[in-house]
């Protein structure tokens, strides 16, 4: 079965530099969720859309945006990096909303050097 | 406000021994749903289970299995015969229905298992 496709995997960038995190959720799956884990931390909730509208907000820096697109895919935009935004970023899709099983990627992991 | 709280930051076990892994919860919702992770050194979040708030019965999968209370609002994993591919972080996760529409999940901060041969 299909699942959630990020890419790229892995990311290396400059400090003050700009980023692009895309994710392919699940075939029919209307939510798209971002999450970012620093090292040794637990996955905190950034962002989320439905139907390409943004549905819910977390703990996302202003130089952080996202959207999701007609085909629901969704990218995340991130830019003047810092060394504080490594980290591994994780997209998950679910149908639905509150109670769907959320479905992982395989996480982009962010260097900032 | 919600919380997921797994006190337990390490633990260690050899082989064969059987291990439990706490998760405590908080919500103000009557209907959640509750989760566990596992991350293993690879990176990825492989899903394990959800529990309905309205299902209290234990289940049991293979070597796992977990115990749902909702007196003490404990979500606990416990494996039985632990191997050394069960090393790895374990996250419990908390989904609301009504206060978050978008069910969300909110992690624990996750416990470290290592399994030593």
């Known amino acids: ?113 | 406000a919600q919380k997921v709280t797994q006190a337990q930051t390490e633990i260690s076990v050899v082989e064969k021994e059987d291990v439990t892994l706490d998760c405590v919860y908080e919500t103000r919702d009557t209907t959640y749903y509750l989760f566990w992770y596992k991350q293993p050194p690879s990176g990825e979040l492989v899903f394990l289970i959800r529990r309905n708030s309205f299902d209290e019965q234990n289940e049991i999968s293979g070597r796992y299995s977990w115990n749902f209370q909702k007196s003490t609002s404990s979500f606990n994993f416990t494996i039985t015969a632990s191997q050394v591919v069960d090393s790895a972080v374990y996250f419990c996760a908390l989904s609301e229905v009504f206060s978050s529409n978008t069910g969300k999940l909110i992690f624990g901060q996750g416990t470290t298992l290592q399994v030593k041969p």
């Open chain 1, 1 to 113: 079965a299909a699942g959630v496709i990020q890419s790229p995997r892995h990311l290396i960038k400059e400090k003050r530099e700009t980023a692009t995190l895309k994710c392919y959720p699940i075939p029919r799956h209307d939510t798209v969720y971002w999450y970012q884990q620093g090292p040794g931390q637990d996955p905190q909730f950034l962002i989320s859309f439905y139907e390409k509208m943004q549905s819910d907000k977390g703990s996302i820096p202003d130089r952080f945006s996202a959207q999701q697109f007609s085909d629901y895919h969704s990218e995340l935009n991130m830019s003047s990096l810092e060394l504080g935004d490594s980290a591994l970023y994780f997209c998950a899709s679910s149908l639905g909303g509150s109670g769907g099983e959320l479905f992982f990627g395989e996480g982009s992991r962010l260097t900032v050097l």
